[in-house]
């Protein structure tokens, strides 16, 4: 699949739900490569993941890099899911989708570029504090290239309507709009 074909189409969307599944959102991105085509393995692999139920995907955004600035435009995108996982075990089943899309995180410049990033951004009811996860994720409120798709997600799917999510709408309607943020139109031909 090339990097034009498809790319604001969510084919892993399903309509099941687990029960006492927690809603949680991904921060997805990459830089390297074909983007599209890696992005769109990797959460095809995650939606494989026993557990992990895609319920809702933000379109494709292009995205200036953040950090180091001199690499290529990253894709982002914010994608729901409902999940049977713990914050830890979704965590690393992250991780693990990264590295079988090439990401070598040992190697790697921080804010550098990747051909995938799977960062668990909010996780439904649950907060964390520790030396491997952070939740809600840490930056995420100074990043533009995850609040406009958030935002976006968040404001067209009536899943994502449960009470928890009540302050996290709140202040992404009381976020600026920003700038550097860009809906993906692929060259189609």
């Known amino acids: 699949m090339n990097e034009g074909s498809g790319a604001n189409q969510s084919p892993w969307i399903t309509r099941m739900s687990a029960d006492r599944a927690k809603q949680a959102f991904v921060g997805v991105g990459g830089n ?3 983007r599209w085509a890696t992005i769109s393995g990797g ?3 995650l939606v494989c993941t026993p557990g992990v139920m895609a ?5 494709v955004y292009e995205t200036e890099p953040v950090g180091v600035m001199d690499q290529p435009k990253f894709l982002n995108l914010v994608f729901g899911v409902e999940t049977t996982l713990t914050p830890e075990q979704l965590l690393a089943v992250l991780h693990t989708v990264e590295a079988a899309a090439g990401r070598c995180r ?3 410049v921080r804010w550098g570029p990747r051909p995938l990033d799977l960062d668990l951004l909010l996780y439904e009811g649950e907060t964390r504090c520790g030396p491997d996860l952070v939740l809600p994720h840490p930056r995420m409120w100074e990043r533009a290239f995850v609040l ?4 976006e ?3 067209r799917s009536a899943q994502f309507k449960r009470p928890v999510w009540a302050e ?4 992404l309607a009381s976020a600026p709009a920003e700038a550097g943020v ?6 189609t031909g």
């Open 182 to 187: 860009v809906r993906w139109a692929p060259f």
């Open 55 to 59: 319920v809702g995907a933000s379109s």
């Open 43 to 45: 959460l095809t692999d």
């Open 32 to 34: 390297l490569g074909d």
């Open 168 to 171: 996290v709408h709140a202040r």
């Open 106 to 108: 040992e190697r790697e």
């Open 148 to 151: 406009v798709p958030l935002r």
């Open 153 to 155: 997600l968040l404001s």
